[in-house]
């Protein structure tokens, strides 16, 4: 599949960007349903055998359609990246989305079947070594986008961007209905990748408590820090005090992915991110009902701007 015939699958130029503990075969398969890309992360499944089965079902309910698995390329030595990255060889996903760390090998076994590689960056210098990598599209983690966070301006870095690379851009960040996704596009993205607004979705795997909080929250709540993860992420204030932290006062990390918190406290799991578009969710309807939304907006937006 090229990147073209991507997108002229997709109702609207929207990935329901893969979060961790948080999308599903649920997700993966109302989004593609709805007309838009869905994606996961191979580790939500706990065992490549439980992905095998999760990837089944996909394939299944979504026939032709394309989705997209995600997988952790940091620390490639370990068993379960090598058995998921063989399964997907078998498998043959037409989208994979890398993250943290160095996809080279990735890229030369998806490629080989024809797949396609998407590559998480948040900067202008790991741009480019993704680009050395041969990937085929970067996703731009923008300051504002939930979980592991960049602090790029989205105006600067696509237009930083645009001037080396003419190649597929997805842009993360704050983006969160239908005129964002217009001005996204306007400002040079191909496709934007939106992951708030669908963790607060009747299919997400997120708690009740949880997407309530991704409701109630706004983009003061939202907490940019180090100390969580080991790595900057947003997370949302709620989450933090309840279990049973100080937001302004959080531990101090240990290093990269070692961070300093209680013990049998874990991020993403006991302490939920949120990105700053969190402001514009007012309820957690289905994956459908949410893509409707933004398609209104989306053609709302068009037309003003062709008034303009």
């Not at 090598?82 to 160095?102: E, Y």
Request: net charge negative.
């Amino acid at each position: 599949m090229t990147f073209d015939d991507l997108k002229a699958r997709l109702r609207l130029p929207v990935v329901a960007a893969p979060m961790f503990l948080v999308s599903g075969p649920d997700l993966v398969i109302a989004a593609g349903c709805a007309g838009i890309l869905g994606a996961f992360p191979a580790l939500n499944a706990r065992s490549t055998d439980e992905l095998r089965e999760w990837l089944g079902r996909i394939e299944g309910a979504l026939a032709d359609f394309p989705y997209a698995v995600n997988l952790i390329v940091q620390g490639t030595g370990s068993p379960r990246y090598l058995d998921d990255l063989a399964l997907i060889q078998a498998v043959k996903p037409p989208v994979v989305i890398t993250s943290v760390g160095q996809p080279a090998e990735a890229v030369a076994r998806v490629h080989a079947f024809g797949g396609l590689v998407f590559h998480d960056v948040t900067t202008v210098r790991h741009a480019r070594k993704a680009i050395e990598a041969g990937v085929d599209g970067l996703i731009l983690v923008t300051a504002g986008a939930g979980g592991h966070t960049g602090v790029a301006n989205p105006f600067a870095f696509v237009s930083q961007l645009r001037e080396f690379w003419n190649g597929p851009i997805l842009l993360g960040g704050g983006i969160s209905d239908g005129r964002g996704v217009l001005a996204a596009r306007a400002l040079g993205a191909d496709l934007v990748y939106m992951g708030t607004r669908f963790a607060a979705s009747r299919e997400s795997l997120a708690s009740d408590a949880y997407k309530q909080l991704l409701v109630s929250e706004t983009m003061a709540d939202v907490v940019t820090t180090e100390r969580v993860s080991g790595l900057p992420a947003n997370f949302l204030r709620g989450s933090i005090a309840r279990a049973g932290l100080d937001p302004d006062a959080l531990p101090e990390r240990l290093g990269v992915f070692k961070p300093d918190l209680p013990e049998g406290l874990k991020p993403w799991r006991d302490i939920w991110s949120g990105g700053h578009g969190v402001g514009s969710i007012v309820d957690a309807p289905p994956v459908a009902e949410i893509v409707e939304r933004l398609v209104a907006g989306y053609d709302a937006a068009r037309a003003a701007a062709k008034a303009l």
